[in-house]
Every structure is written in structure tokens, then in C-alpha cells.
């Protein structure tokens, strides 16, 4: 969606997959003045009318990493890929000192800009004080850690995505 002075990214869940939504919308509203890489939450706005919840954040420039790594798939230079790894680091290091756990980390929700990377899709994310979701259920199996596969296998709910250096 475009305005007259910027462009914004819309969510909206209907029914089930309203909770999702506005788990999210929860998450980005207690991290308004918490890690950088969620910084764009100052300006998110939401919503929950009746059957349904929305969310709109700032359209995110930037390449996500999927993308910034595509010449590394294609077996071309690396030139600038160890970089972005770095970034992408720094932001998921930056959300654990502030507390958070994203939960559900995935390339393309890492955006890749000028000054770090952004973290996109927090709908499962958790701190101490908005505990796991019970509706999570793990996320895209090639993409989990061992420890949270851990959880997605055994009968411990709800997933929780775990703390560095912390097993289920």
C-alpha cells in the first residue's frame, strides 16, 4: 500500500489466523523503545475489530537475505555475503540483549539495509514479559534449530523457542 509520503506493508487475518496477527501487532507495541532491529515498531499501527485483526508496518527497503545471498548459491563471489551475515548476526545478538527470542527466523524475514538488518514476522517472538505462544508450533523444519526441533518433537507446550546457550 502506497501514501502520498511512504509505502506500507499490510497484514490482516481473518477468523484462526487473526491471532497471529495481532500476537505480532502485541509484540512490536511492548517493543516501541527496545532492540534496533525492530525499531520500524514506533510506527507500526493495528487493530482486532471483531473476527479479525490487522497490521501495518513501514514498507522495509532493502533486500531480504534470501536474496542478498543469492551469488553464493549461484557459486559466484562471496565478496560482501560474510558482511550481511554479520548484520544479520548483530540484529537476532541485539533482540536477545534486549530480551526477546524471535522465534520463527527465516531469510526472508531479515531485511538487509545500509545501516543493519531489520527483523520481519515477530508473531512468534517472546520475552519475559509475553511469554511463548501456545499457538506455535515450530517453524519451517529446514530452517529450526536442533533445540527447537527438540521441542517441536517432544510433548512440551507450548515450542519455545530457546535463550542462547539454553536447551530444552
Not at 69 to 97: K, T, W, Y
Request: aromatic share 8%.
Amino acid at each position: 500500500m502506497a501514501g502520498p509520503t511512504s509505502q506500507w506493508a499490510v497484514k490482516v487475518g481473518h477468523c484462526e489466523c487473526a491471532a497471529p496477527v495481532a500476537r505480532e501487532a502485541e509484540v512490536l507495541a511492548r517493543t516501541v523503545e527496545r532492540p534496533a532491529p525492530l525499531a520500524y515498531s514506533k510506527r507500526a499501527r493495528w487493530g482486532r475489530p471483531t473476527g479479525a485483526a490487522w497490521l501495518m508496518t513501514p514498507w522495509m527497503t532493502g533486500p531480504p537475505l534470501w536474496e542478498a545471498f543469492e551469488p553464493v548459491r549461484a557459486g559466484e563471489q562471496h565478496r560482501g555475503a560474510l558482511a550481511r551475515a554479520v548484520r544479520a548476526c548483530i540484529a537476532v545478538g541485539d533482540l536477545h540483549r534486549a530480551g526477546w527470542v524471535h522465534g520463527n527466523l527465516q531469510p526472508h524475514h531479515v531485511i538487509v539495509t545500509a545501516r543493519g538488518c531489520l527483523l520481519l514476522d515477530c508473531a512468534w517472538a517472546w520475552s519475559t514479559d509475553l511469554p511463548p505462544s501456545g499457538a506455535f508450533g515450530g517453524g519451517l523444519v529446514h530452517l529450526m534449530s536442533r533445540e527447537l526441533m527438540a521441542y517441536v518433537d517432544s510433548a512440551m507446550r507450548p515450542v519455545k523457542p530457546s535463550r542462547p546457550g539454553s536447551l530444552p
